[in-house]
């Protein structure tokens, strides 16, 4: 190219395109910035929709790998659940039947581990199958039955009742007397042993957190790792985050809109 072409490239207007994608990017630079770095792009469309921003997947798409704008990368999930008890276990009642048409009538539960600079802490979480909402939680530097207890309660206190249904893995948490006390009145459902899958949607949160939170921070101590959890799951999972099962909207606004 000639020094007289380019310079006449350089001082020639953007075009329609080229204006409406620099107006555009700051506002999707923002949802992303919103989904704590995680959306890809059918959520980032979505986003973007919402604000009055006619677009479609591909311009988006398109934006993204212009701009580097990348979600956070998955790392590995490791699964930690104690079977090794001779205490009776429920029958895998549920049987992979996530789709359920009411709330408060299937709750599922599972621990997980996450780490700190001071040790290990555990997490156990309440999900209710209806709209996928964490409706209760507990973090502890331990994994008795208590944690699952107080987790139980963190929930019942949110909806006021106890499912019609709860399933869990097989875990010695879950058949242990105290959370058998807790739910006296509520008929139970265990995964079957080794089969991840029958609990797959607790365990899929858990790899939604780590992969888009917890993997990404470091802990000093079991406080400091509450606050954020507090902040992903209560400020952004429940909240904002576009769940994919729901139609690409967050927990509560599907609760809200089934009310």
């Known amino acids: 190219m000639s020094k007289s072409g380019f310079y006449d490239w350089r001082s020639r207007p953007l075009s329609n395109r080229e204006q409406s994608d620099t107006a555009l990017v700051p506002k999707l630079v923002e949802c992303f910035k919103q989904s704590q770095n995680t959306y890809g792009v059918r959520r980032l469309t979505d986003d973007l929709n919402d ?81 996928r909402m964490i409706i209760g939680w507990q973090l502890a530097n331990h994994m008795r039955s208590s944690l699952v207890c107080e987790a139980i309660d963190n929930a019942q206190q949110r909806r006021g009742c106890l499912p019609e249904l709860f399933h869990s893995d097989r875990g010695s948490q879950y058949v242990s007397d105290e959370v058998e006390t807790k739910l006296r009145t509520v008929k139970i459902s265990m995964s079957r042993k080794g089969n991840c899958w029958d609990n797959a949607v607790a365990k899929s949160f858990f790899g939604t957190l780590k992969t888009e939170h917890v993997n990404h921070d470091h802990y000093k101590n079991i406080e400091e790792a509450r606050i954020s959890l507090f902040q992903y799951i209560e400020g952004f999972y429940n909240r904002k985050r576009r769940h994919s099962h729901l139609g690409n909207i967050s927990p509560l606004k599907f609760e809200q809109m089934t009310a």
Not at 68 to 88: E, G, L, M, N
Not at 104 to 118: K, M
């Open 51 to 131: 604000l009055g921003e006619d677009v479609n997947h591909k311009r988006v798409a398109r934006l993204k790998q212009e701009y580097d704008i990348y979600p956070k990368q998955h790392k590995k999930f490791v699964v930690t659940t104690d079977s090794t008890h001779d205490r009776a276990v429920a029958k895998n009642v549920l049987d992979r039947q996530f789709t359920v048409n009411k709330p408060n009538s299937v709750w599922v539960s599972d621990i997980t581990y996450i780490g700190t600079a001071t040790g290990w802490v555990y997490l156990a979480t309440i999900i209710d199958l209806y709209s």
